[in-house]
């Protein structure tokens, strides 16, 4: 037997801004407001699914430090340079982690300054 990841929590100032980012950006519904101010954001078949839900926890001052974990996404229905557009018409903005602009991927950050990277492949939707 073995663990499942099946919840990604992330700390944030304004969780209301973020679930609807990250909603638009991954197909995302809103799954629960358990009423402490975080919002629990996934796949509309909810929790429990082959995809993990993404927990919004309010937080007044998030940590700013480089963070040790980012999260990675692949276009489903696009190539790469139409997704990029349509990510940063969502509110994403270009991020620079010293980059030197030969990589295959794109380095972003949310609303927040969260960043990720929109990667080339194309995966089928789930």
């Known amino acids: 037997m073995a663990c499942r990841l099946s919840e990604l929590v992330l700390e944030c100032r304004d969780p209301e801004t973020l679930a609807q980012f990250w909603c638009d950006v991954l197909g995302h519904v809103v799954l629960d407001r358990p009423g402490d101010g975080s919002i629990e954001i996934g796949p509309a078949a909810g929790f429990g699914g082959l995809e993990p839900t993404i927990i919004l926890s309010p937080h007044p001052s998030p940590e700013r430090a480089k963070p040790r974990l980012h999260l990675d996404v692949n276009p489903t229905d696009r190539d790469q340079d139409a997704e ?8 994403a903005r270009p991020a620079d982690v010293g980059q030197t602009g030969d990589e295959s991927w794109h380095v972003l950050a949310d609303p927040e300054g969260n960043e ?8 089928p939707d789930l």
């Open 116 to 123: 990720f990277c929109l990667l080339r492949a194309r995966i």
């Open 84 to 91: 990029l557009e349509r990510l940063l018409a969502l509110g």
